[in-house]
DNA sequence: TATTGTTATACTCTATAACTATA
DNA sequence: TATAGTTATAGAGTATAACAATA
């Protein structure tokens, strides 16, 4: 299908569709960039949380990132497998752990800044400054609101 | 988590996390007022380009809409069966159908429609006309421009 | 040999809930 | 009785490719 054809579906799905578009396309472009470091979209979401806020216990992290906690879990063996982090035990609670990035954790920061900062210069490429200063703000309007819907139920 | 910690993180990831946060929010807005007809995402879509482009083949819905056969093929049958339309014989070929709205199908085009307003209506009620014209045109080029790309290799 | 459409099969992903060990 | 974390298992969703019919 050429880019013409395409461009008439976006005209009919609109904001949503426009938005699911983007969105599916940066997942992809994410993964390209994070798969030579070894992880995909969950644990670079992980690690991110853990870089900015540790230490954080694994409960924590999985509210958070609103992520269930056998995938919190999951990921962490990945994470701690490639030496970017450790669970180390919580002196106040036996059962807790408590996640800190390693060394070699801390030395993957800037890269994984630069692949968010590639991507999201990627995409907003078209815009000039101000125009992705507006987007930002009114796109973080529509998180704000959309945080106070209440979705129909599906049977009616 | 309340809604102050949640508009943190909007920052943290920018255009691309807002952008995929409002898509899985406005999937769900659709699955709920879509399940009272008996669709989901994927049927919705292909009885969207049905009624507007109709008469189509198979094959032609799947190009449309970048949708594996074997999903086009499950999703008709779906279709089929809640009687919205109807895979004739295609006269110019005996391998190929011809898919086409039922009457009924047409029907249910004025609701189809009005649950997109409804749900795009929803996501921008925040903006002002001009905001939203603004956002669309924005979001449009960002579209096109995607198109373009040319995705890294995982493996580098 | 290629194409249309269907189906079987295998695979991945997700969710649930059962489980251990603490508190 | 409730919580932190792990794991087994079942289910849903996805992709692959084999298939029959036709071109």
Redesign the interface.
Known sequence: ?D?K???Q??R?G???W??????A?????????L??HGLDLSSFAIM?TVL?HHPLSQSAIG??L?MAAYKVSRALDQLEGLGYLARHPDPASRRAHVIRPTAKGEGLAPALHGV?GE??G??????SEE??R???E????????????R??????
Do not use: I
């Open positions: 299908m880019v054809t395409r461009t579906q976006v009919q609109s904001l949503g426009m938005m699911k578009r983007l969105s396309r940066l997942d992809e472009e994410m993964n390209a960039r798969a030579p991110m900015e509210e958070r609103e968010v991507v999201n990627k995409l907003a490429a078209p815009l125009e992705r507006q987007m930002a009114m796109l973080h309007r529509l998180v704000v609101a959309q945080e106070t819907w979705t129909p139920d599906s049977e009616s």
